[in-house]
């Protein structure tokens, strides 16, 4: 196949009982892949696992909501990493028209604390204007690296960077916004939003984000940089995830999570579609390792 292919039997992880589940991140810890996701019927954070990456458990609220906060009226979009066996966590707490990023850890991954009362990262510079949202943290080099989503509350404008030695004290860098978009490009000529991005020994480190035609309109899309922060480089492929006409994901695809299977030599790609006000997490995947060509 050329490109990414969906799940026949798509979405794979929501129904009508959950109510809207979206922006997974999805990694492989103890012999199962874990999903760490947003549900919006519970303004929490939660997890669920599989074995095969379609076959989901039970979901498991991971970390909810802090009314006492002011910052946390509703928390979503986060990820998870593990490090030293201690399970990291860095999430969006939303109110008041704002979303900010605030951090949290576990010790056996279900039951999250948070580490402060205030968050770790907020907007601060006219590009982020209301809102920093969608954190994707990896520890590299003894250093913790995010990148992030800024701009309007409702959907994101551009993609950030930011790096810190604890996962608590971030510095932001002064090239912000490392990643915008392309108008030339019909699938992002709006804007651009979340994103996971991996490090991988043959491409340099692979973003996969969110291309908007208009804010309702999405798509699923590839880029590479040798450093992580510039000289990103769409793949040909581009987009590599689209809408399908009165399906599941009629209206918008969003939030790619990815993990490359080394035993089958495929990547395998999780995301949240929309049709209307439902919202859930669909399959795809692609049998070549290399995204840009």
């Known amino acids: 196949m050329n490109n990414f292919q969906k799940y026949a039997k798509n979405p794979v992880f929501g129904n009508k009982s959950t109510g809207t589940v ?67 966590m860095w999430y969006t707490g939303q109110a008041r028209g704002h979303s900010y990023i605030g951090y949290a850890e576990s010790i056996d991954g279900l039951n ?17 204007d209301a809102s920093v949202m969608n954190p994707c943290v990896i520890y590299d080099n003894s250093q913790y690296k995010m990148w992030y989503s800024a701009g309007e509350t409702y959907e994101p404008n551009v993609n950030a960077y930011a790096t810190s030695d604890d996962g608590i004290n971030w510095k932001k860098a002064r090239c912000n916004p490392i990643f915008v978009c392309e108008k030339e490009n019909e699938y992002e000529q709006n804007r651009i939003g979340g994103c996971q991005v991996l490090k991988t020994d043959d491409m340099g480190y692979v973003m996969f984000y969110i291309g908007y035609k208009n804010i309702d309109t999405s798509c699923i899309c590839i880029a590479k940089s040798k450093d992580g922060i510039t000289g990103w480089q769409r793949s040909v492929l581009n987009p590599i995830i689209t809408p399908e ?24 790609l999780w995301y949240n579609g929309r049709h209307g006000i439902n919202e859930y997490i669909g399959y795809a995947e692609f049998d070549k390792r290399n995204l840009f060509e």
């Open 112 to 128: 999250f604390e948070r580490k402060n009362d205030e968050p770790v990262l907020i907007s601060e510079f006219p590009w982020e």
């Open 22 to 88: 979206f922006d997974a991140y999805v990694w492989f810890d103890n012999g199962k892949y874990r999903m760490d996701f947003s549900w919006r019927e519970k303004k929490a954070c939660a997890v669920t696992f599989s074995d095969n990456g379609i076959n989901w458990s039970e979901p498991v609220i991971t970390l909810e909501k802090n009314l006492n906060s002011g910052w946390e009226d509703d928390i979503n979009r986060n990820c998870v990493i593990k490090i030293d066996g201690i399970y990291k």
């Open 245 to 268: 006409n009165e399906r599941w994901d009629h209206n918008a695809c969003y939030k790619p999570t990815v993990v490359w299977n080394e035993k089958d030599r495929k990547w395998m």
